[in-house]
């Protein structure tokens, strides 16, 4: 079991930045997949990054590529989402997500979510 806590939303404005963090709990954290998804209201929770267990090899979005920068700290059982040129379609609850060994796109082959973090950013 993985139970997993998001930190560091909030407000700020276009063109500022924002870092979340991830902090999980349970056993073998290293082994897990860790992913951040995205979701606005009446739309569908978007994928926008992913790191692998093994070598920390990381995916983004096309729309964030460039900007956001994804991270784990496995001694400290943290992944860290720094978000750069913030803008105002970043706004959204960002959830962080666990799966064994190595990230999907497909946010229903993830195992383990968070609450979700409220990042608005206002133009």
């Known amino acids: 079991q993985v139970r997993l806590v998001e930190s560091g939303g909030g407000l700020v404005q276009a063109g500022g930045s924002l870092r979340l963090s991830c902090a999980a709990s349970?056993?073998?954290?290293?082994?897990?997949?860790m992913a951040w998804f995205r979701q606005t209201p009446g739309k569908e929770r978007e994928f926008v990054t992913a790191i692998n267990w093994i070598d920390s090899s990381a995916a983004y979005a096309d729309s964030v590529k460039g900007r956001f920068t994804f991270s784990r700290d496995n001694a400290a059982n943290t992944v860290y989402l720094q978000m750069n040129s913030l803008k105002p379609e970043d706004t959204a609850i960002y959830y962080c997500a666990a799966r064994l060994y190595y990230y999907v796109h497909n946010l229903s082959q993830y195992d383990y979510w968070g609450q979700g973090t409220q990042v608005t950013v206002s133009s």
């Open positions: 349970g056993r073998a954290f290293s082994t897990y997949a």
